[in-house]
């Protein structure tokens, strides 16, 4: 009887061991991420409860736990990767989305998803709030630049801009009290919406869209590579502030596929003729329609997504004229505001048409929206001719921008 005795008892030792193993150890998932794959081990210490009731406490609960756990070899290598991909922040925070599906898809429990976004970017050090109204969890990140479009909460004198807008469209956030921020004391860096680089795409990703436009009685024919990825990258980013924008840059393949093309195209043409052609490469390859028939709202495309957009407006098309100049000529530029226009002008060695004067400089428009007339470098519409404007940025290449 002993003998079983001791038997039973060292098979209960091992279940209970092999239990809290299992407890321990966790599991072991992955998911793509550009060009990666991105290896995480979750260990179980981490995982908590589904809300049956969305409250602060139920937050509280979660990380109570969760900041008790094995998070850091979590976070660890997400800020390894940031750094090792020069990620900025707004790429980053498409990581943590990723990671926190992996943890916990946002299908099964939309709480406890958008909770672990939150944890993570909190223990990454940005300064992350969390509050619930009308039984919803809303997800806020500080933020110190110029954003508009999405809703956001003053509160202690700083400026949170909401991160989750989009899961409640229907929803005015703007109506939330800024009150109940559940915070985490240590985190206080801001997020920043610029973006400054794109990620690296696996090349098998893209896809060839052919583009074509007249110049001088020749026709010029373009087969560009685009990537589908680069338009869900944007489907939730704000309308920044122009300088901010206007420096989107196009991805390696990408740019690989147009830039030296054009480049080739202008080598034998003079400074102004090389930028009349890029005006009119902007303004006559593409469909154009206002942002609110082609999107029901204000909606900036990067330079990328104009290339592989049905239609655009001139939001669009000043930024990827820009982008194309500095590139091939990187020439002083600034962006002209008018109430229902932007447009560009760019200083030459001589002026030419009617001058623009800004800070003791002078440049020329070179306009890159389709207009009734046609209009080339130095002149602007007619409509516009009396209508003030705003010079909304301003580039020189001899100033660290």
Known sequence: MNHLLKIFGS????????QVYGQQSGYYTSFDFYNDTFNLE?????????????SEQYINTCYEKASKGRYRDIVNTLLTYKTRQQLNDWMYYQLIRKTAQAISPKKENYE??????????????????????DNRIIFYVYNDEDISDIP?????????????????????????PPYGMISMPEAK????????RMPDFKPEAYYEKQLQFSYKHKVYHFNVKLNPEVE????????????????????????????????????????KKGIDYLMRFTRYSFLYEDDDKNFGKEKRLSPEETLFAKYSDCDDRAALFFYLVKEIYN??????????????????????????????????????TPQKEDLSIGQISTKLKNI?????????????Q
């Open 232 to 271: 869900t990258i944007f489907a939730n980013y704000p309308v920044v502030d122009f300088e901010s924008y206007f420096n989107i840059p196009l991805s390696k393949e990408t740019y690989g596929s147009l830039i030296p093309i054009l480049k080739k195209n202008v080598k034998d043409m003079n400074q």
């Open 388 to 400: 003030p404007y705003k010079v909304v940025y301003a580039y020189d290449p001899g100033l660290k």
């Open 331 to 368: 020439l002083p530029m600034i962006a002209l505001l008018y109430p229902t226009h932007i447009t560009m002008a760019v200083q030459f060695d001589k002026p030419v048409g009617s001058p623009i004067f800004y800070n003791g400089k002078t440049y020329s428009v070179c306009e890159p």
């Open 11 to 18: 098979l209960c030792l091992i279940l209970a061991l092999q």
């Open 189 to 196: 860096g801001a997020f920043s919406y610029k973006v400054t």
């Open 112 to 133: 406890r998803y958008t909770f672990y976004k939150w944890f993570l970017l909190c223990k990454s050090g940005y300064d992350a709030r969390l509050t619930i109204a």
């Open 152 to 176: 956001f909460v003053m509160f202690e004198n700083k400026k949170y801009m909401c991160l989750n807008h989009h899961d409640y469209a229907y929803a005015d956030l703007n109506k939330v």
């Open 42 to 54: 979750v260990d179980s210490s981490i995982i908590v409860d589904n809300s049956t009731t969305l």
